[in-house]
Structure formats: structure tokens, C-alpha cells
């Protein structure tokens, strides 16, 4: 059963607007992690923010904050005030619990490319 | 900059061919990870080390094998290489034991291998 589900295979967002890049995941654990990374094209991949399963708080880092809602399984990634520099793929990602070895599990990806 | 090296960056082969992809972890990582990236499967896990000793192993195929050195760093034995191995292979570590969230794996550029 795929465990991490991005929707969104590509998005457009104008310069400096707000976007969010949807997120679901399923699991029986209670306790795991769930992280985004950028990949632009020249390939590499570009931690971006964590959330702990047990965090009370949104994790927000600088213009990146992860919108979890953990009732209805969704850790959504929304980048405020996009930039040029922000084109790129975006990958959800779950680590599962330590008897899998903290191993993620990666969504399929969300294209996005901010417009000038 | 992860802090994660890979060599090569690039490797070009034949089928039927023995490659050994390099990685060295941040400083202070005891957790290495491999991941292959290919078009049709995405990101998937292939396998772990921690402190020298496999943890856990993903879809990774018996011609693959790995190893972790006292040293930490980790190398991806790759044989009897197919056309469909070609792919981009990163390695990833985490586990900084001087750091406050150990959970967060910081990628390598990653090696891209094509099978000719």
C-alpha cells in the first residue's frame, strides 16, 4: 500500500505568492517523522523541514512550514513569498519506526515552478 | 552543502560490468543510507548501516552489496550491472550524536550511473 501520497504532479505559483504542496501519508506507527526535501535540476536533494509525530507545534523554518494535521494524516509544505529559486521537485517523505531503520519513504513528488 | 560527499559524480559503463560507488558521511554521523532514484520506481531505499553494522535493507538487489568502514564512510557495490540499474544513487547519513535531532538525513549530490 504506497504510504506517502503527493496529488499535485506539478504546480504553477506567481513570484512572491504563497503556495502549498499537499501531503498524506498512512501508518500504523505512532511514533515517526516526516520530512520535505527541494530537488532542483541539477539533482541534488535539499532537507527543507521535519515534523515529529509527537510535536505540538507546526514546524516552520524561515519561509517553509509544514501544516500537519495528524487526524486527517496530512503534513502539507507551504512556501511563503515564492522565489525564482524555488522551481524545483518537492518530496514528501516519512521515516518509518526504528525496526525498519529509520529508512524514508518517499512520496512521487510535486513539480513546481514559480512564474515571473 | 550537506556535508555529505559521493564520488564519482558521474559513471558511465556496459552491462555486465562490477562499479563501486563511494560516500562519506557528515562529520559526526554514525548512520549511512542508500537510496537509488530511477524514473519508473522514484526514490526507494536500498539500504543501512550504523556504526559499521547493516541495520536495515530496502528493495535492494542481491548483485548490490554494502559495506561500512571503521571510518564511516560506506561504499554501493553495484555487479553484473543491466541497463535498467542505471539510475542516481545517493547516500545519506544521520545520527550526529553531538547534534539535537539525529533523525534527519542529509543527502550526498549523488552518483549518477548510466548502463550502457
Known amino acids: 500500500a504506497q504510504k506517502i501520497t503527493q496529488t499535485q504532479p506539478g504546480m504553477f505559483v506567481q513570484e512572491k505568492e504563497a503556495v502549498t504542496l499537499d501531503c498524506t501519508y498512512d501508518?500504523?506507527?505512532?511514533?515517526?517523522?516526516l520530512f520535505w526535501y527541494k530537488q532542483p535540476s541539477s539533482g541534488e536533494m535539499i532537507f527543507l523541514i521535519y515534523?515529529?509525530?509527537?510535536?505540538?507545534q507546526n514546524a516552520t523554518e524561515g519561509r517553509y512550514s509544514l501544516n500537519f494535521q495528524k487526524a486527517r494524516k496530512s503534513a502539507n509544505l507551504v512556501i511563503s513569498a515564492s522565489q525564482l529559486g524555488d522551481s524545483a521537485m518537492y518530496f514528501c517523505?516519512?521515516?518509518?519506526?526504528?525496526?525498519?531503520?529509520?529508512?524514508?519513504?518517499f512520496g512521487a513528488g510535486t513539480i513546481l515552478r514559480v512564474k515571473s | 552543502d550537506s556535508g555529505v560527499t559521493q564520488t564519482p559524480k558521474h559513471l558511465i559503463t556496459a552491462t555486465g560490468q562490477r562499479v563501486t560507488l563511494r560516500c562519506s558521511p557528515r562529520?559526526?554521523?554514525?548512520?549511512v543510507y542508500w537510496y537509488q532514484q530511477s524514473l519508473d520506481q522514484g526514490l526507494q531505499f536500498l539500504i543501512q548501516?550504523?556504526?559499521?553494522?547493516?541495520?536495515a535493507k530496502g528493495n535492494i538487489l542481491e548483485r548490490f552489496s554494502a559495506q561500512q568502514f571503521p571510518d564511516l564512510h560506506s561504499e554501493l557495490n553495484l555487479s553484473s550491472l543491466e541497463l535498467g540499474d542505471s539510475a542516481l544513487y545517493f547516500c545519506?547519513?544521520?545520527?550526529?550524536?553531538?547534534?539535537?535531532?539525529?533523525?534527519?538525513?542529509?543527502f550526498g549530490p549523488g552518483t549518477r550511473l548510466t548502463v550502457l
Open positions: 545519506a547519513s544521520s545520527g550526529n550524536v553531538w547534534a539535537g535531532n539525529t533523525d534527519t538525513q542529509y
Open positions: 501508518t500504523s506507527d505512532q511514533s515517526y517523522g
Open positions: 515534523q515529529g509525530s509527537y510535536d505540538e
Open positions: 517523505a516519512m521515516r518509518e519506526g526504528v525496526e525498519y531503520g529509520n529508512k524514508l519513504v
Open positions: 562529520s559526526g554521523d554514525l548512520s
Open positions: 548501516y550504523y556504526n559499521g553494522e547493516e541495520r
